[in-house]
C-alpha cells in the first residue's frame, strides 16, 4: 500500500517538476521561489556556499540563533504523511503529535518516503511548493522570534520568513507538540532526522 503511494507520489512530483532556471540553479530552488512568488510573498531564496543540511549548519552559516531554524520534519500518522514545520532548537514529541492528529499513530519517514511525500531531499525540505495532500503543523515556538529561517529544496538554500508567513504560506495549523524536557541525548542530527527515546518509551524527534 504505502509502497504503491510511494511510486504515484513520485510520478506526480516529477510531472510537476518546473522548467530550470539558470544552469547554477537547482530546479528545487526555482520551485520554491515560484510558491512563494504565487502566494505574494516577497521572500528571496539565497543560495548559500555552506551546507544547511541541519539546523546547526544552517544556523552557522546564516549567523543567526539555532532557534531561527525553520526546520521541515515528514512522518507518518497511520502510514499517511504529515509536515511539522519546527524550530531548530527543539525536538518534537511524537507522542503529542500523535495526540494532535486525533490519536494516530506516528513513526518517522526514510529518504524514500520524505521525496515521495515532499518532493525533496532530506536536509532540503521546504515549506513550501509541496504537493497537496499532507497536512502542515507548525510549531508555536517558532512565534517567539521575529524572524526564522526556512529550507528552499536543497540543502544549500534558505528563504527568510515569519511564524505569521509560514502559517499562511503553508496552511498549516498552529501547533503545540514539541518536547519541553529537553534531557537525553539526541541521536541523528539536528536536521531532517528522527530518533526514539526507548528510556522512556515516548518518541521524541528532531
Not at 13 to 33: I, L
Not at 181 to 187: A, K, S
Request: hydrophobic content about 45%; proline content about 6%.
Amino acid at each position: 500500500m504505502l509502497a504503491s503511494w510511494i511510486m504515484n507520489q513520485a510520478g506526480r512530483n516529477k510531472r510537476a517538476a518546473p522548467v530550470s532556471g539558470p544552469a547554477s540553479r537547482h530546479p528545487n530552488v526555482d520551485r520554491v521561489q515560484a510558491a512563494l512568488r504565487a502566494a505574494g510573498s516577497s521572500a528571496e531564496v539565497r543560495e548559500l556556499a555552506g551546507s544547511t543540511r541541519t539546523a546547526d549548519e544552517a544556523a552557522t552559516a546564516l549567523g543567526v540563533e539555532v532557534a531561527q531554524i525553520a526546520k521541515s520534519l515528514v512522518f507518518l500518522a497511520d502510514a499517511e504523511p504529515v509536515v511539522v514545520v519546527a524550530s531548530g532548537a527543539d525536538r518534537v514529541d511524537t507522542a503529542a503529535l500523535g495526540r494532535a492528529l486525533g490519536g494516530k499513530r506516528i513513526t518517522r519517514a526514510d529518504a524514500e518516503v520524505v521525496r515521495a511525500a515532499t518532493g525533496y531531499p532530506i536536509g532540503g525540505v521546504s515549506p513550501v511548493g509541496l504537493p497537496a495532500g499532507p497536512p502542515v503543523l507548525v510549531e508555536r515556538a517558532l512565534d517567539r522570534h521575529e524572524t526564522v529561517y526556512a529550507a528552499a529544496g536543497t540543502p544549500y538554500a534558505v528563504f527568510r520568513t515569519t511564524y505569521d508567513e509560514l502559517l499562511r504560506l503553508t496552511g498549516g495549523e498552529p501547533s503545540d507538540v514539541r518536547v519541553l524536557d529537553r534531557t537525553g541525548p539526541p541521536v541523528g542530527s539536528a536536521g531532517l532526522s528522527c530518533y526514539f527515546a526507548g528510556a522512556t518509551g515516548s518518541a521524541l524527534a528532531r
